[in-house]
Nanobody, 123 residues
Framework: QVRLVESGGGLVQSGGSLRLSCVASGTIIGINAMGWSRQAPGKQRELVASITRTDDTDYADSVKDRFAISRNNAKNTVYLQMNNLKPEDTAVYFC?????????????????WGQGTQVTVSS
C-alpha cells in the first residue's frame, strides 16, 4: 500500500520561504512521476509542480520562478521549495503519484495522495 506523508507547512509572512517534504512508503519514488497540488478554501485542486522519472520539471504559471520541485531517491522523498510566497499561495498542499500522458502530468486517484500540509501566507 502506497503512503505519502507531507510536512513542512506553516505560517509565513509574504515574501518568505518554506520547504515542503513528502516521504513515500510502499513505492519507490525513483520509478514514479510525482507532483505537488494545492487546494485553497472554496477552490478546486490545482497542480502546481511535477517531476518526471528523469527529473524534468513542470510548473503552473502562478508559481513559475518561485517554486522548485526536487527529489532525493535515497530518502524516498520529494520536496517543494517555495520562495517569495504570496497570500494567494495560502492552501493545503498535497503530494501525489501520477504519470505523464502526452507530456502532461496526471495524478493518480486519491489513494495515491497524501493527507496534505497547510501553508498560510500572511500579508
Amino acid at each position: 500500500q502506497v503512503r505519502l506523508v507531507e510536512s513542512g507547512g506553516g505560517l509565513v509572512q509574504s515574501g518568505g520561504s518554506l520547504r515542503l517534504s513528502c516521504v513515500a512508503s510502499g513505492t519507490i519514488i525513483g520509478i514514479n512521476a510525482m507532483g505537488w497540488s494545492r487546494q485553497a478554501p472554496g477552490k478546486q485542486r490545482e497542480l502546481v509542480a511535477s517531476i518526471t522519472r528523469t527529473d524534468d520539471t513542470d510548473y503552473a504559471d502562478s508559481v513559475k520562478d518561485r517554486f522548485a520541485i526536487s527529489r532525493n531517491n535515497a530518502k524516498n522523498t520529494v520536496y517543494l521549495q517555495m520562495n517569495n510566497l504570496k497570500p494567494e499561495d495560502t492552501a493545503v498542499y498535497f503530494c501525489n503519484l501520477g504519470e505523464y500522458v502526452s507530456g502532461t502530468y496526471h495524478p493518480y486517484d486519491d489513494n495515491f495522495w497524501g493527507q496534505g500540509t497547510q501553508v498560510t501566507v500572511s500579508s
